[in-house]
């Protein structure tokens, strides 16, 4: 058969279409969230089914400000709500030896304290959980945490003609951050265009549900920000995104002060093709 891959994967690029690999090494690829096989139905089927395209519930962190010792254990500033026992942690450039601004692989052992492996991603493509672990070289001095800029915490990739003329994309994700009087801002995005924006400061945590539908292959529709069965005075808007071509669904999360903390939890993204 033929998959193509939703992630960056064992030196195959998002959107690589392969068709050399064995089956059994196809269905660990599809099982594991990595691709999906070409077509994704087969020909004699002819009901669009809804269908998940990407999810994640391994954290995804943007640190506080700490130290990451030289033997790889990182001691954050400020403590974040739960003990990780796996996560991705976004650290500036030079918080490890050598290390760029980016994605490191942590493993914690209380609210402060962890690990910091040499696991890697510079942009956040999809948060797995690393077979080899070996402990990053630390700077062994502070680091101030980046501040202002819209990172990306999560994204799945809606390969070219999934949705047809009239598909729609259903996303729920949980970001959970610190309650304080400072902004935490949540972003979600199709393509460049953000559809939703959330703003918060004294609360703990924000769910995002929204759906997306295409009113052509050229258009779409955003619902309004509404709770179940309440009226709104916001109405709907129209995007222009060509959903012929390969379009990312993220989620992005941007700090306004260094000592604070966000956590992409959860983030799943659902599609219904075009009956």
């Known amino acids: 058969m033929t998959i193509r891959f939703l992630a960056s994967r064992d030196g195959y690029a998002i959107g690589s279409i392969v068709s050399t690999l064995a089956a ?7 099982q594991g969230g990595y691709a999906e096989y070409d077509g994704q139905r087969p020909s004699n089927d002819t009901v669009p089914v809804r269908r998940v395209l990407g999810q994640q519930s391994v954290p995804c962190i943007l640190a506080p400000s700490g130290t990451i010792a030289t033997a790889g254990v990182v001691t954050l500033g400020t403590a974040v709500a739960l ?13 490890v030896v050598g290390g760029l601004a980016g994605w490191y692989y942590c493993v914690f052992s209380s609210t402060t304290v962890g690990t910091v492996y040499t696991n890697f991603q510079a942009v956040m493509d999809k948060p797995y959980i690393p077979t080899s672990l070996t402990a990053v070289v ?41 309650d304080s009087a400072n902004n935490k801002i949540t972003n979600l995005k ?21 759906r997306i539908a295409n009113r052509n292959t050229g258009q779409q529709v955003i619902q309004a920000d509404l709770a179940e069965g309440a009226a709104s005075g916001t109405t709907a808007s129209l995007l222009a995104i060509d959903t012929t071509a390969d379009v990312v669904v993220s989620v992005t999360g941007q700090k306004g002060t260094a000592t604070e903390y ?14």
């Open 24 to 30: 059994s090494a196809e269905a660990a690829y599809v």
């Open 83 to 95: 003990t990780y026992p796996r996560a991705w942690v976004h650290f500036p450039a030079g918080a």
């Open 138 to 178: 630390g700077s062994n001095a502070g680091y101030t945490a980046a501040t202002g800029a819209d990172v990306v915490m999560g994204s799945v990739v809606i390969p070219a003609n999934t949705l047809g003329q009239f598909g729609q994309i259903d996303v729920h994700a949980f970001m959970s951050y610190l």
């Open 190 to 210: 199709l393509g460049s265009s953000v559809v939703a924006t959330l703003t918060a400061t004294t609360t703990d945590g924000l769910t995002i549900r929204k």
């Open 262 to 275: 966000m956590v992409l939890e959860t983030f799943s993204v659902e599609v219904l093709p075009t009956p």
